[in-house]
Nanobody, 124 residues
Framework: VQLQASGGGLVQAGGSLRLSCAASGRTFSRYYMGWFRQAPGKEREFVAGINWSGGSTYYLDSVKGRFTISTDNAKNTVYLQMNSLKPEDTAVYYC??????????????????WGQGTQVTVSS
């Protein structure tokens, strides 16, 4: 599956952004979708994940209540709505796809396809 991420930008603290990840290629229902982020000097970390059916979602504790992951199956697109952004949310954000048996995984190594990354910068 091929992934194309978009929607990053510069926003003030407290603001909102919506990231999009357009998927193409193989049968999407066989994949679990995740958003990761990587700040300078830090390891890539799991932010949110969802099955294409939309039934189960998982979040990093620090983004719970602020970020929402969702899917639009008709558009083969996964979204990450980010509200109440904080400077510590600044990072390059990546969407990724893992085979369905890795549903709920937090580990980057379980994800076989990655988008190109989109920069999110939150100013204080």
């Amino acid at each position: 599956v091929q992934l194309q991420a978009s929607g990053g930008g510069l926003v003030q603290a407290g603001g909102s952004l919506r990231l999009s990840c357009a998927a193409s290629g193989r049968t999407f229902s066989r994949y679990y979708m995740g958003w990761f982020r990587q700040a300078p000097g830090k390891e890539r970390e799991f932010v949110a994940g969802i099955n294409w059916s939309g039934g189960s979602t998982y979040y990093l504790d620090s983004v719970k209540g602020r970020f929402t992951i969702s899917t639009d199956n008709a558009k083969n697109t996964v979204y990450l709505q980010m509200n109440s952004l904080k400077p510590e949310d600044t990072a390059v954000y990546y969407c990724a796809a893992a085979r369905a048996y890795y549903s709920g995984s937090y580990y980057p190594d379980h994800y076989s396809s990655w988008g190109q990354g989109t920069q999110v910068t939150v100013s204080s």
